[in-house]
């Protein structure tokens, strides 16, 4: 990448209050990096099943210009997320661990009209409105919520057994496992003809 113009770095804050209201329609570049608790991401809060004391995303972010002959410098915005969470397996309904580590680019362009004709050949490559009020933590736990599974569950083969029973306390699994055949019944009326 050919990062051509000299701007002044600015220090992001990592107080999340102070992530709510980032001006990126100045002429400035950013860097910075913070630690979020899932205490302070109410809707990652609602997904997750329970909260460790560790539980947490540290994230990375850098804004740079970068040179276009004949235009304007483009603002990109790099942005870097590693994280630790737990999740309810939808397949053994029990806690499970889950490591997040996820890397997004972002081309920042100044209105919506220029994010819709925002031309969508590269996957990787995102387009965000820029603004002197942008909420960099919202964007921060909207890639966190769509790095999530769509369907939470363990590997296969590691989640826990998970029986249920219906009034018997006792569950003998042999018998349970081993069904009777119906038609022993014939065998016998058989034997006593």
């Not at 913070?34 to 109410?42: D, H, N, P, R, V």
């Not at 990787?124 to 909420?135: I, K, R």
């Not at 296969?156 to 081993?178: H, M, N, P, V």
């Amino acid at each position: 990448m050919n990062r051509n113009q000299v701007l002044p770095q600015v220090a992001l804050p990592a107080d999340p209050g102070a992530l709510r209201r980032v001006d990126l329609s100045s002429s400035q570049a950013y860097r910075g990096e913070g630690f979020l608790a899932i205490s302070m991401l109410a809707r990652l809060a609602q997904e997750v099943s329970t909260i460790d004391s560790k539980d947490g995303v540290k994230w990375e972010a850098e804004t740079y210009f970068e040179d276009s002959p004949g235009e304007e410098p483009k603002q990109y915005l790099n942005l870097a997320l590693k994280g630790h969470l737990h999740l309810l397996c939808q397949r053994c309904l029990q806690d499970y661990p889950l490591e997040l580590t996820e890397k997004r680019q972002f081309a920042l362009v100044a209105s919506e009209e220029e994010a819709d004709e925002y031309p969508m050949d590269d996957d990787l490559l995102e387009p965000l409105v820029a603004s002197q009020h942008f909420d960099l933590l919202g964007t921060i736990e909207d890639e966190i919520l769509l790095s999530l599974p769509l369907i939470p569950k363990h590997l296969d083969g590691q989640c826990e057994a998970y029986i249920t029973t219906f009034g018997d306390e006792e569950l003998d699994l042999e018998a349970s496992e081993k069904p009777e055949n119906p038609f022993n019944i014939l065998k016998d009326i058989k034997k006593n003809k």
